[in-house]
């Protein structure tokens, strides 16, 4: 990876998306979880928080197949 | 049945009218820009709040004072921004003295930079002259640029450094030269530092830069990435320690402020409906890269400054906040327009080009899907820069020529001061902003300084400029005070004793951005003598009850 010819695929990419937008999402979710004190269920930050997150894994998936083309 | 060859050329010269349309359009926002910035430049007050207190630190620059100070005691006065743009301003005063015209006159002449830095990268990559000097104009064209291009403000300046460090290092990697491009990195890194020194906001280029390097070759990315920020950390460091910490505290401290959902909610509504033209097809020239071609660090600036938008949500910020992502919009947007025009546009197979070919089989056959989208260009490409003209309408509806015009389209003013704006003014955080100044407005201005001259003792005033003309002490910075007190940083025992004992002969407010223990001191001590009308805004003097 830290060579001088190494670049990142679109695999790469795909997968950090996937990994990043899956992580971000339980982590939004689990505001609720470890605040268990906190009304108000999932806000609107939150609800916008969780959609871009799930939309970064979605893109994140539909890259992976894109292979070894560069990112 | 699709567009023939024959069909596609006899559609040129209507697409040539077209452009030379859109090209107008947007030359003549261009006039409005430049009536607006030489209204601007002439006027020696306060246009937008808070740019005396810009002024202010540009003269302690000039002193060689740093302008980060301790607010709990007199003058209670300290400065809540980075340091480049007043540096830059600083020989200004030494020649001139303190004045608005040069500040305003860097950020306007600021701006066409950007706009030529915008053509410029638009037309190295999409080679069509046209559509590069349209994307140059779309951004000066915007509401928000308008607004805020020749404000004596860091924010434009900012964004200028910020757009010249993307165009430079976009192709940076593809550099074969090793000492060329090293020089090329260095300068955009130089430049990533400039912009985050100017305005703090510039934390999301150096993202996208680090990112962007990052994806081409980490190991480039790394070894850079960590110089650069122990450049950047070694600046802050030196500040805070001359400052006595006063720079962390006024220029990252203070500035957690609340954050209103509904504000940012609005101008995002506000940023697609005026720009909606420009925004989509810098979305679908996104996508192109990220699923058949490479990420261009152009595309990683715009979902990051887009991303970064929501910042406008916090108190205090607005529509200005936008700016990074509109010189984005304009070069993908740009972009996107040359390949539409040019008919470059490449596939590369792959499961969606597959997919697409099962579901649209018979129309992607040979060149007829290139013919259709070639044609189909030549008409909607202007009538989208067109579409943006209109969408992003706005212009004074008084005087000779502007009153003149405005009757002619049926224009009336929709915003204070004689002065129509496409944006309607409806969302919180967008600037109230844009109309031109009068001679009333300057001897308005001129008489509260008179009150001034013809007191002795120290004068409050939510405006620098009426003290600095009238030979008084600059006496706090109302929105940093209210910044530091929201954040519970800010003693206001010293102040509110001045108030209470009547020290001050005068008080001048416009916004009342003071925080409220102070106000209610004011209100306590001091009675309103006189209302005077400037700028569209209402200026009330008071005086010892």
């Known amino acids: 990876m830290l060579s001088h010819d190494f670049t990142l695929r679109k695999k790469h990419l795909g997968w950090l998306l996937l990994v990043g937008g899956v992580l971000a999402c339980i982590a939004i979710l689990s505001i609720d979880v470890l605040d268990v004190g906190r009304e108000g269920g999932i806000g609107p930050a939150q609800q916008i928080a969780l959609a871009v997150s799930a939309l970064g894994a979605l893109i994140g998936l539909t890259l992976i197949p894109l292979g070894d083309d560069p990112a | ?545």
């Open chain 2, 1 to 545: 049945m699709a567009i023939s060859t024959t069909e596609t050329n006899a559609l040129r010269p209507l697409n040539r009218v077209l452009l030379g349309a859109a090209l107008i359009l947007l030359l003549f926002h261009f006039v409005v820009y430049i009536v607006y910035a030489a209204n601007l430049v002439a006027f020696p007050f306060d246009y937008d709040q808070g740019e005396g207190f810009e002024l202010v630190d540009t003269i302690m620059f000039s002193r060689g004072e740093w302008p980060y100070r301790d607010t709990n005691i007199y003058p209670f006065y300290s400065s809540n921004y980075p340091p480049l743009l007043h540096v830059l301003a600083a020989p200004f005063v030494w020649v001139f003295g303190p004045a608005y015209w040069y500040g305003r006159l860097l950020g306007f002449l600021g701006t066409l930079l950007t706009a030529a830095a915008i053509s410029y990268a638009v037309y190295r990559d999409g080679q069509h002259k046209l559509i590069a000097l349209l994307s140059g104009l779309a951004f000066l064209a915007s509401n928000t640029i308008y607004h805020i291009g020749p404000l004596f403000r860091q924010h434009m300046t900012m964004v200028l450094f910020e757009t010249l460090a993307v165009v430079f290092l976009a192709h940076a990697n593809e550099i074969a030269d090793k000492s060329k491009r090293r020089r090329t990195l260095l300068l955009g890194l130089g430049l990533v530092i400039a912009a985050g020194y100017t305005k703090q906001l510039a934390y999301a280029t150096a993202s996208a830069v680090g990112v962007f390097l990052l994806l081409r070759q980490p190991r480039r990315a790394l070894v850079w990435g960590a110089g650069a920020a122990a450049v950047g950390v070694g600046i802050f460091l030196w500040i805070n320690i001359a400052t006595s910490g006063q720079w962390w505290l006024q220029t990252i401290s203070a500035n957690i402020n609340d954050y209103i959902p509904d504000q940012i909610f609005g101008l995002f509504r506000l940023w697609f409906g005026l720009h909606g033209f420009l925004i989509v097809p810098a979305l679908l020239y996104a996508a192109y890269e990220l699923y058949f071609s490479r990420l261009s660090l152009y595309t990683l600036w715009f979902v990051v400054a887009t991303a970064n938008s929501v910042t406008a949500g916090k108190w205090g910020a607005g529509d200005s906040y936008f700016a990074t992502a509109i010189a984005a919009m304009c070069i993908l947007s740009g972009l996107f327009a040359a390949r539409c025009l040019r008919g470059e546009w490449r596939f590369p197979a792959t499961y969606l080009t597959r997919a697409a070919a099962a579901l649209f089989g018979r129309f992607l056959r040979g060149d007829l899907w290139k013919r259709a989208l070639s044609g189909a260009a030549l008409i909607v490409i202007p009538l989208l820069y067109i579409g943006y003209g209109r969408a992003t309408l706005h212009m004074p509806t008084d005087g000779f020529f502007f009153g003149a015009l405005a009757q002619v389209l049926q224009i009336t003013p929709n915003a204070d001061n004689g002065f129509y704006d496409s944006a309607g003014r409806i969302a919180g955080g967008y600037a109230d902003i844009g109309h031109l100044t009068t001679e009333a407005d300057i001897a308005a201005g001129w008489h509260i300084v008179d009150l001034l001259r013809a007191v002795d003792g120290p004068v409050l005033s939510e405006e620098a400029a009426f003290n600095l003309w009238a030979g008084h002490d600059v006496v706090t910075n109302p929105t940093q005070l209210l910044n530091l007190a929201n954040n519970g940083l800010f003693d206001d025992r010293a102040l509110v004793a001045m108030i209470e004992n009547q020290e001050f002969d005068l008080i001048v407010l416009r916004a009342q951005f003071y925080p409220v223990p102070v106000l209610v001191a004011i209100d306590t001590h001091y009675a309103r003598s006189e209302t005077v009308r400037m700028n569209g805004f209402e200026y009330m003097i008071l005086r010892p009850r």
